[in-house]
């Protein structure tokens, strides 16, 4: 969890809900074994250029899966650490991953 790098090479160990503009995912680090929780996220913008978002929210145990499950897009940005790799095709350069830990609220 202390390099980005680390997003780079996953394998996707199971799949929660496969849909057009949502998708969820558990995921697994494949340098270091950790599991993440995985969304994609899709706004539906007016002209086309639809932001994007993909989520990673690293797992401890059975029961962190059990309850990232039951959230929506909206829950889940309500668990803490969790990784923010936002996109827009109109702002080439913020394609940055963004963490934000626990302490941010
Ligand atoms: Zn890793």
């Known amino acids: 969890m202390s390099n980005d790098?680390?997003?780079?090479?996953?394998?996707t160990l199971e799949s929660y809900s496969e849909e057009e503009h949502f998708c969820?995912?558990?995921?697994?680090?494949?340098?270091?074994?950790?599991?993440?929780?995985?969304?994609?996220?899709?706004?539906i913008g007016p002209d086309g250029n639809d932001p994007q978002y993909s989520t990673y929210v690293p797992i401890e145990s059975q029961e962190d899966i059990e309850a990232?499950?039951?959230?929506?897009?909206?829950g889940?940005?309500?668990?803490?650490?969790?990784?923010?790799?936002p996109k827009n095709p109109r702002s080439a350069g913020?394609?940055?991953i963004r963490y934000a830990p626990r302490t941010s609220r």
Do not use: I, N
């Not at 889940?76 to 790799?85: A, D, I, K, S, V």
């Open 5 to 11: 790098l680390c997003l780079e090479q996953f394998a």
């Open 76 to 85: 889940l940005l309500e668990f803490f650490p969790r990784l923010l790799t």
């Open 68 to 74: 990232l499950k039951k959230t929506d897009h909206w």
């Open 94 to 96: 913020r394609d940055s």
């Open 24 to 43: 969820r995912q558990l995921r697994q680090c494949k340098s270091c074994g950790q599991l993440y929780f995985y969304e994609f996220y899709e706004t």
